[in-house]
């Protein structure tokens, strides 16, 4: 069996602090209000929080381009309250995780603002400043967010690289100073009592030697440099260094957002003996339903590829490394609008993802509000949304021509801000969030969705989730079983059994809305009676021929 470790057994819970509740009235979340849901997030259960950027920042990416890596924005309140927060979370055995930026930073930030002063500056080469080439930026990159990778600065008649937002310039982590000054940051959280960290697109920070034009085929402006930039020839060395450095020292979650990375590479990350991280997040399974134009291509959801792409992940990683499972964050739509039906089954398909994902190996994380079947937004006004991606890229397609209504299609299904609206805590005004005017608009559903009226009913999303992290607590084999998929053709149906010693837990979930008529392979052969251990319906006897509901999961436990 493989190493036991307190991570593998938790299930983390991410607060988006800009939305999920605010103490004084200035409509954005702030680290007092979460003070004040610690105990809802206790009788959840949860086990650790990851916490979404409340460092210094001007907000240019919510946060997620900070100016000062060892203060706390002020509209979040004060390092006070975030040592309050520490202190009443640790009270609860509840552990903190932060977030960890640092493929770049603010341009805000003192070390940026000295960079730009002359090429002479002593912190320069803390960024990655190139002449341009032929009167042009120095490579054909693409920002993730729209436009050119590169920013001309005319005081020193070079450009500076972001991969980001402009306000977002990329570290030169080639720069053994810079590492430095990032590992002592670390350790300045871990001393203050931190748990862990996740770090924000760790595997941009090696980028390849002389940045060379990236492959353009269509001609277009601007390329992906991606290869480039992601998983570069260094990252393991890097990630090494600052495991011997930092991580090493302390009892720690890591957790590495890794966008184009792929199993075999996963394992590199995560085995235990490279000595770099825990488990990273990965992105193949949210990308099932995009084209080849990238997220805004919507394309019809296949839960066959979903099946291979979650199969590849749980079989490559078994006892080699270790997975982290997820269906929403900061970043993706709410899973329930997506793969399920957010209208007449949002509580039971809502309950029957949550049920396929908790089944897996690896550690669950859970979104705000996903734990109340929270739903994607639609605001008929571009102007209603905040996000920089939505809004760079709504920019893009209008100069390109294309019609009001179809981007608004994509944002409705793709846009970072369905997760983004505030947390709904009751049905009073602006869903209990805040007394203010919110930051951004509550989704108007929150009188029928919200956690006051979850608690009170036993069958809601709310105590289905808190039932399954129970079971998780309660039984190794939802940790430490191995994964094997069954039914591996079915469009509608995904089944999988998951086997400890003499142990075995059989998984199953109609993704659809129509009845489902399954044969269980005969190779299933219980040695016990199949008792129910999970489900979202009525307890139905275990059978070789069964039909599932609309939008059922069911899970039965037996000895083999």
């Known amino acids: 069996m493989q190493t036991r470790k307190w991570w593998k057994e938790a299930v ?19 680290i007092p209000g979460i003070i004040e849901k610690l105990d809802y997030l206790k009788e959840l259960g949860i086990d650790v929080i990851w916490l979404s950027p409340v460092y210094d920042s001007p907000n240019d990416d919510n946060g997620y381009d900070i100016s000062d890596y060892r203060n706390i924005m002020d509209e979040f309140g004060t390092m006070q309250d ?16 932060m977030d960890l930026v640092v493929n ?15 090429k002479a500056n002593p912190y320069r080469d803390y960024y990655i400043w190139r002449p341009g080439k032929d009167g042009k930026e120095p490579n054909n990159w693409g920002s993730t967010f ?14 500076f690289l972001h991969i980001f937002s402009k306000k977002q310039p ?4 080639e720069n053994p100073t810079v590492r430095k000054e990032v590992y002592d940051m670390m350790k300045f959280w871990l001393d203050k009592g931190v748990d862990g960290f996740r770090m924000d697109v760790i595997n941009f920070i090696s980028k390849v030697e002389g940045l060379p034009d990236a492959p353009n085929p269509e001609g277009k402006r601007y390329a992906s440099g991606s290869k480039y930039f992601m998983n ?3 990252i393991h060395e890097f990630l090494q260094e600052m495991h011997r450095e930092v991580l090493s020292k302390y009892d720690i979650l890591t957790v590495g957002e890794m966008p184009g990375v792929r199993p075999p590479m996963a394992i590199d990350y995560t085995a235990e003996e490279r000595n770099e991280l825990n488990m990273v997040f990965t992105f193949e399974h949210v990308d099932v339903d995009s084209g080849p134009e990238g997220k805004w291509d919507l394309r019809p959801f296949d839960l066959i590829r979903l099946k291979e792409i979650l199969t590849k992940w749980q079989d490559a990683l078994h006892e080699k490394g270790w997975n982290s499972l997820y269906w929403n964050n900061h970043d993706q739509p709410r899973i329930v609008s997506r793969l399920g039906n957010d209208t007449k089954y949002r509580v039971k398909s809502a309950k029957m993802l949550g049920t396929l994902l908790h089944m897996m190996q690896g550690t669950p994380y859970i979104y705000q509000g996903e734990e109340l079947g929270m739903t994607n937004v639609r605001f008929d006004s571009i102007d209603d949304y905040k996000d920089i991606e939505i809004l760079n890229m709504y920019k893009e397609k209008i100069e390109q021509g294309k019609k009001h209504e179809d981007i608004m299609k994509s944002i409705y299904v793709k846009g970072r801000d369905n997760a983004r609206t505030p947390m709904h805590w009751d049905d009073s005004e602006n869903a209990g969030f805040t007394t203010g005017t919110p930051w951004i608009k509550v989704n108007p559903n929150y009188k029928e969705i919200n956690a006051e009226q979850a608690i009170k009913d036993e069958k809601s999303v709310f105590h289905y989730y808190k039932n399954l992290i129970q079971l998780r607590k309660n039984n190794d084999i939802v940790v430490y079983g191995k994964y094997d998929l069954l039914l591996k053709d079915h469009p509608q149906v995904y089944a999988y059994t998951r086997t400890l010693e003499d ?13 489902q008529e399954i044969d269980i392979p005969s190779h299933i052969k219980p040695a016990s009676e199949p008792e129910v251990f999970v489900t979202n319906d009525e307890k139905q006897p275990f059978n070789q021929k069964m039909t599932l509901q609309p939008w059922e999961a069911r899970v039965y436990k037996y000895k083999v």
């Open 503 to 515: 142990e075995q837990l059989l998984v199953l979930a109609n993704v659809s809305g129509e009845e």
């Open 232 to 234: 570069g020839p260094r």
């Open 104 to 118: 770049h930073t603010s341009d805000e930030h003192a070390w940026f603002v000295e960079s730009k002063k002359s």
């Open 146 to 159: 729209s436009g050119s990778a590169w920013q001309y600065d005319e005081a020193t008649d070079e450009y």
């Open 82 to 97: 975030w040592e309050k927060l520490l202190a009443e979370m640790h009270q609860r055995g509840i552990k903190l995780v």
């Open 12 to 30: 983390v819970y991410q607060v988006y602090p800009r939305s999920f509740n605010d103490s004084n009235g200035d409509g954005i979340g702030d």
């Open 170 to 173: 990329d570290l030169n982590w």
